[in-house]
């Protein structure tokens, strides 16, 4: 009867271990995105700001 418990335990830690591998990729791979996309909006955005601020000086001078 404790034979095939064992087999039963060692398979469900296999697959704890897949699991875990695939929510770190699941949970990294989104902080990768969101992180690309706030360096894109956040350089975009500073480029329009410093573009803005040349235009208002050039209006003011």
């Not at 064992?6 to 699941?26: R, Y």
């Not at 410093?50 to 209006?59: I, L």
Request: no cysteine; glycine share 4%.
């Amino acid at each position: 009867m404790t034979e095939p418990m064992d087999i039963e335990e060692s398979s469900k830690q296999e697959s704890l271990g897949e699991n875990s591998v695939s929510t770190i990729s699941n949970v990294l791979f989104p902080l990768g995105l969101l992180r690309y996309l706030f360096v894109e909006l956040f350089t975009r955005h500073s480029l329009v700001l410093y573009k803005s601020n040349m235009m208002a000086t050039d209006h003011y001078s």
